[in-house]
Each structure stands twice: as C-alpha cells, then as structure tokens.
C-alpha cells in the first residue's frame, strides 16, 4: 500500500476502528445488551405465544430483522457522532488542509462506519445463536446485504453530520426517522399480516428491502425479489456518495 | 531570473455570507526560505488570508499560489507543500500525541512505518517524547502549541504557516518555540508567522506585511519598515521630583509620566546628550531610563492607528 490516498484511506478506517475499540463500552456493548433483551422477551417470552411467522417460529423470524436493525443502527450512529465530534472539536480541518480527496475522506469514515456495523453484526448473530439455531443459506446475501445496509446508512449519518449544527442535530434524525423506518420496516411482522394500505406504504421504506434480503440470506424467505431489493440499494448507495462527495466539493458546513 | 515565490497572492477578495468584506483584494509574495511576519489587529483579516491559503475559506476572487502551485487548478498539490499551525487547539483532545502525529502523516500519504520514526523525531524536538503516549486532553497549553508545530513539520512542507503559535504561553516556553522555528527555517522551510507579539516578530521575522481592515498597508523589510520610523520613546527616572513647569527643548516632546517619571518623544536623528544636558540645565538629573515601547510595535500602533483616525 503506498500509494499517498490508500495510505490516507488506511489512516482514517484505522482512526476509526481505534475509536470504536477505545469506547467499546458505549459502540459495541449497548447493541449486544438490546439485542439480548430484544430476543429474550420478543422472540422467548411473547413469541412462544405468537406461534409461526411467515412459516418460522417467531424467533427465527425476527432474528434478521433485528441483526439488521442494529447494524443500520451502529453504521449510522458511528459516522454521524464521529464526524460530527471532529467538526465540533475542530480536528477535521486536519483532514480539511490536507491533499486527500474527498473520496477519501468519505470512504474513510463509511469504511469505519461499515466495520463496526460489521462487528455489531457478528457479536448480535452470535448472541442470537444462543437462543436459535442459525442457519446460512445464502451466505455471499447475508454478507452482500450488511455491507450494502450499512454503507446506506453510514453515507446518510455522514450526510447528517454534515448539516448537523449541534449535538441535538444529530439525534433527531435517529430519533424520528431511523427508529420509526426501522420498526415499521418488517423486522418484527410480515407483510401479509398488513392491511393493503399499510403493506403499500411499507414497500416505500429502503429498510424493508434490507431486512427482507437479509432474511432471505438466513432463512431462504422474503416478501421481495432480490433483484429489486438489491438494484434499490444499490441505488441508494450511489445517490448518497454522490450527494456526500457534493457536500464535501461544496465545503458545505466546513468551509467558509 | 528570480526563485518562484513561496506564496505569491493577487487580488485575493473575501466577502462571507454575512455581507463583510474580510479582503479586498490583498497582493503579497512571500520569497523563499523567508520568515515573514503577517502583522495586524484582531479582525484586520489574517485569519481569512490564512484560512484561503490553507484552503478552509473559499476565497470570493483572487489566486494563492504555494511555490507556483495554483491552490485553485491543483489543491492536492498545493497543500502537499504547505504545513499550517492554526489559532485554535484543534487536534482530538482522546489521542495520544504519538497518534496524532502518525494520523496527520497518514493524511498526506505518508507510510506508517516512516510515519511513526518522524512522530518520535518530532516529539522529542518539541521536548514532547515523554508525553507521546498519554491522552492530549492533559497537556498543558504550552505543550498543546507545541504539539501544533510538531504535527506541521510531520510533513517536512516547504511552507509553513503559523497562526499566533505562542498565543498565551509564558515566555519561557515562548523562547523554547522561537528556537525551533529557527532551527526549521534554518533547514529552509519558508515560515509566515501571524503573532499579537510585536518583539516576536521583530526577533524572528526579516520581512513582514501589515493588513489592516482587509488591506495590506504596509509591506517590506523589518528593517526598512523600522527606519521609517522617525521617532523613538523613552521613559526617564528622575532623582528627586519633576519641577512643576517642565523645560521647552525644540523638537522633542516632554511631559510628566508622575512625579518622578519623565515622557520623552524624540527624533531618530537627535542624540540624547543633546538632550541630557539641557534637562541637567533645567536641574532634571535622570537616574535611569528606559525604552517605551517596542519599535515594531511603535510602527503598529502608528500605521493601524493613523488609518483609524482618517
């Protein structure tokens, strides 16, 4: 690796992982704790009394659903409160004054942002292991979904952070747009069960294509094709770079 | 044929959203291997100019070339030449010194191996090697400065900028940052230093420029700048008190600090015997005395304070 930008790229995808790890106590264990008692009292206590889902005990049903919820959750949690803290203390004009390429500032951070949605991803499914059988049917799916999930969000909590004024900017999206798309994004319930209204509005939520994909990866079952759950976040992946790497061309909340 | 300027600027405008007009339109070339001395009073624009050639402003008009590298046609490559030490603290206060250093280097491509042998050099020139690995939060203000120019010079640039660098620390500290710069423009790093410390810059600095209200007023040689001052101050200790109507000496200007001080405003040209004789004629016996104010700072005051009188 010596060429001056993947050695930037390598420098800030390190930066970021040194962070997760130096703060494990807030980035990975949080995810694990909720996820537990998500599985504990959804998919044990209530979802012995719910029956089958969608053909799968209701814990085996909920089990992509909610690995995905936390790694949308943990990628754009991670860019927003990471680049938001350097704009706020100032130390991403280190990045700002020197020759990098905006690419490589973007990339740099999804890269993190990516990662630890990667390793909440594996510690979640492991947690789930201990109360499901989990089985791989698709495993290039399962992997291709998480990364394209997480780098969805990831470029939306950067795009965040970038208009993000103050530390109440950054939890108000997490708080009124993510949580609510993520719950009504089929993690907990099939579309069938839905009324046609309802099943209408939940085709135009990005989140339940990914959780869709990612069930069908673990359970070999989805209410949509992989082709279109697959070509939209593909999509989504190119128009947030493009809107990301505008910003930052644009110096918009960076430079003055 | 003449060298490329370091920073050679032409008609560089700035007018923020908010309707103010930071430059209007600042020319300035700066001569490698300079140390160059940007002079001004808060809001007179330095920070502007100095946030344009370091690309964080975006200028409104005007070109910055760094040793002939247009900042706007080629900014990767502008930069890769140009090491800033801004104002304000802004590393992560949660990294280690050791880390910053390597982290900032990796920004410019360095590889981490040669990135990690230069942080140690680094560090120990700026006598911060024992603080390498503990948080940054807890160095003290002095050492956070130091860290500055530490991270700067990781990058060994051709240029480099420093924005008040010893704003704030104590002077023994001050003295310990002047002898590296020294060391660093000695090497033949060009170095345009911005500083509140008139003496600094006239200790360290062989060229400055003065702006003021977004316009370079003055721009030359520290010494030819100084000659134009044409008259020096000084305060006098007299034994005993002042007499109540002071002498009338031609061409100098003289009144009473406090009883026992005198204020004495004279051309460069006039010698002091001159004078000392006459005050001894007026029975004034000086028993010490001693300059009043810097001489750069004289020239600041005189120039920045004429302006605002216009």
Redesign the interface.
Known sequence: ?????L??L???T??EV?RIL?IWAQTLVPPAITMTLYFLIFGNLIGSRIGDMGGYTYMDFIVPGLVMMAVIQNSYGNISSSFFG?KF???I?????????NWVILGGYVAGAVLRGLLVGIIVLGIAMLFTRVRLPHPFITLATVLLGATIFSLAGFINAVFAKKFDDVAIVPTFILTPLTYLGGVFYSVDLLPQWASTMTHANPIFYMVNAFRYGLLNDSDVSMTLAFGLMLGFVVVFSAFGLWLLKR?VGL?? | MNPIPALEIRELRKVYATGVEALKGVSLSVQPGDFFALLGPNGAGKSTLIGIVSSLVNASSGSVQVFGVDIAKNREAAMRLLGLVPQEVNFNFFEKPFDILCNYAGFYGVARAEAKRRAEEELRRAQLWEKAFTTARTLSGGMKRRLMIARAMMTQPRLLILDEPTAGVDIEIRRGMWRILREVNAAGTTVILTTHYLEEAESLCRNLAIIDRGEIIENGPMKTLLSKLDVEGFLLDIDGELPAQLPHIEGIALHAEDRHTLDLEMPRAMHLNQIFAQLDEAGIRVRSMRTKTNRLEELFVRLTGSKEAA
């Open positions: 690796m010596s060429h001056p930008n050695v930037a390598a420098t800030i390190r930066r040194t130096r350097a203390g100032r130390h004009e280190e990045m700002l004054v020197s020759p990098m390429p110096g430079r003055s």
